[in-house]
């Protein structure tokens, strides 16, 4: 019986499953991402988790396109497609935070 011998993933591994997981988190996400917008018709409590969601695909988004750009792994237009979706998220989240946070003016 051989013994395996576990090694740390490294750098450019741990960034391409980062990748990896932001794409399958997309196709999982894309009901929310193009469901109704009308926010007035959501709990604060549901928008509070979609904001967390959001939040937290935001910054997975974020350290896909700098891992990309540090190894060059992709090509101008796959960066430009995840930049576009990153500004989608905090559009959306700018939303959110609107909704549960009105300013109030005194």
């Known amino acids: 019986m051989g013994v395996q011998k576990t090694r740390r993933k490294g750098?450019?591994?741990s960034q391409i499953g980062a990748i990896?997981?932001?794409s399958a988190t997309f196709r999982g996400l894309h009901w929310i991402m193009n469901a109704p917008t009308d926010l007035s018709m959501k709990t604060d409590d549901v928008l509070r988790v979609e904001l967390e969601v959001f939040r937290r695909e935001h910054r997975d988004l974020d350290e896909a396109?700098?891992?990309m750009q540090q190894t060059g792994t992709a090509d101008q237009l796959t960066?430009?497609?995840l930049k576009k979706k990153k500004l989608m998220l905090k559009?959306?989240?700018a939303l959110i935070e609107d909704r549960l946070l009105p300013d109030i003016i005194a």
């Open 11 to 13: 750098f450019a591994e």
């Open 20 to 22: 990896f997981r932001v």
């Open 65 to 67: 396109i700098r891992a």
């Open 79 to 81: 960066l430009q497609r």
């Open 91 to 93: 559009d959306k989240i």
